[in-house]
């Protein structure tokens, strides 16, 4: 093998989708800057990925361009659109990155190309993918991810620390940081924890910071999960 | 050979100086031989509290760049036996630290010394990543506070992925947490976090309670260890600190807040 100065690996990293519902340039300016000031350290530099999935019929009026520098002027890293038939042409000419349209889960309205059929060796390749387990405490600065599993944390999770999972999180001990589930955008992923004191709960990008949180519920047992898009923390 | 202990705490002005004189003493006091590095390359203070600055002729950073041999540079305590200090240049940067020449300075010493206490700097850079990457042991030095408390949880997360027992997967860096400045007055006003607040939101072993005290700043002056003034809360408190470090099983002192005798009651004194 000749030396090469550089390796191609293929990686997978978490983006925040934007899903347009419907768009006009100034009220999509001024929602947006509600959101990241809920929010600066989550969305800021953080990168985004466009879907236009729910509002495909308004898609031809919308200037790319013009949506990009919005974003950009509030310190958002646009990367790229969810492809979608119709527009790819005009996506691309934008330079950002086509990704593959999402799948059916949040019901899309695209339509998803035809698959073939999994035959019986595809389905015995299906692997379950084991929780991933922590038995130390999770300190702040710390950042655990459990791609395509479920988290359990056995010991706390310190303020300033996150923990991340495509799956459920179950935190045993006290839950100080932030815990956010389903980030691949898993609807149905939940939280538990034995005693709620977080900065921030999530699932699925729908988030809740610890002001909003029912004060009865500090410190309680609770379970967080999606009910119609809206996050809903309830004892346990 | 040589049990590496590292003084730590991610935050600035906590005593982790103050400490690591003061533990390095105490070990050397009870007949273990007892070398204190300075890790703190271009802001040198251990010298200062040791009361050595005038008898620095080579440093930490001379050492690795091989200008003086180990002997040459340590520093022999002129009041307690068994005792060294490497002192920090004080005209370098922390860049001057490489884990091969510091490896090569902690694996000569350990030949010869039972206990080795790396004095860290401050923050969660190069220097202190350097103190740290060795040690058996950490003291974590931490005021009641919160942002101390969180910058000791930081520090705690770091030498649980970053020591070299973490990378090499051996048996995790034993974790001790030192609370300094320590004021029960100030506890019941509720001005200060308690040693129960610390305790839970760090979870690991306490090793001691160090009042805070006016003859540690007295002390730090007078370039002497506190925990050679028996007089004081804060000295008597560190030798505790010392036995637990040791093994021994030693009540925690100075937790309530004291009585004020007869005298100061009627002047109202503190």
């Known amino acids: 093998m000749t030396d090469c100065c550089f390796q191609l690996k293929g990686s997978v990293f978490t983006a925040v989708v934007l899903e347009l519902h419907r768009y006009s340039s100034a009220e999509f300016t001024r929602e947006l800057e509600q959101k990241i000031e809920q929010a600066p350290q989550l969305l800021l530099q953080s990168p985004i990925v466009f879907n236009l999935d729910k509002c495909i019929d308004q898609a031809e009026e919308i200037d790319f361009a013009v949506l990009i520098q919005q974003c950009r002027a509030l310190g958002l890293q646009p990367i790229g659109f969810r492809s979608c038939a119709r527009f790819n042409q005009a996506m691309e000419a934008t330079g950002l990155a086509l990704l593959p349209p999402s799948s059916t889960r949040g019901g899309s309205a695209i339509q998803k190309p035809a698959q073939p059929v999994a035959g019986p060796e595809a389905i015995e390749k299906r692997v379950r993918v084991p929780s991933k387990i922590i038995t130390q405490p999770v300190r702040s600065g710390q950042q655990i991810y459990a791609r395509d599993c479920d988290l359990i944390v056995m010991s706390q999770v310190s303020e300033g620390a996150e923990v991340l999972a495509d799956g459920n999180i179950h935190v045993y001990g006290g839950l100080r940081g932030r815990a956010l589930a389903g980030v691949n955008g898993d609807e149905t992923a939940r939280i538990f924890c034995h005693s709620m004191e977080a900065e921030l709960l999530s699932v699925a990008g729908n988030f809740i910071l610890s002001e909003d949180f029912d004060p009865q519920l500090w410190k309680q047992s609770v379970q967080a999960y999606l009910n119609e898009e809206k996050l809903c923390i309830n004892p346990l | ?270």
């Open chain 2, 1 to 270: 050979m040589a049990k590496i202990i590292v003084v730590t705490s991610g935050k600035g002005g906590v005593g982790k100086t103050t400490t690591s004189a003061a533990i390095g003493t105490g070990l050397a006091l009870k007949g273990h031989k007892t070398a204190i590095i300075d890790f703190d390359v271009g802001l040198r203070n251990l010298d200062l509290i040791m009361g050595c600055e005038r008898r620095v002729v080579y440093d930490f950073v001379n050492v690795i760049n091989g200008d003086a041999s180990l002997k040459q540079a340590m520093i022999k305590d002129k009041r307690t036996e068994n005792l060294f200090i490497l002192p920090a240049s004080q005209t370098r940067d922390k860049d001057a630290l490489t884990i091969e020449g510091v490896e090569k300075i902690l694996d000569e010493l350990s030949q010869e010394y039972e206990f080795i206490v790396c004095d860290s700097p401050a923050g969660i850079e190069k220097g202190a990543l350097m103190a740290l990457y060795f040690a058996d042991e950490a003291i974590v030095v931490t005021n009641p506070e919160v942002s101390s408390v969180r910058d000791s949880d930081r520090i705690l997360g770091i030498l649980q992925s970053k020591s070299r027992r973490a990378e090499q997967g051996k048996e995790p860096v034993k974790e001790h947490l030192l609370l300094t400045r320590y004021n029960p007055e100030r506890v019941i006003a509720g001005e200060m976090l308690s040693v129960e607040d610390v305790e839970d939101i760090l979870a690991i072993p306490l090793l001691g309670i160090i009042p805070e005290s006016e003859a540690v700043l007295k002390a730090s002056n007078q370039g002497q260890p506190v925990i050679l003034d028996n007089e004081a809360k804060a000295g008597q408190a560190y030798g505790d600190a010392v036995a637990r470090l040791l093994g021994e099983d030693v009540a925690h002192r100075f937790l309530d807040v004291p009585k004020k005798g007869f005298f100061k009651r009627v002047m109202g004194g503190r």
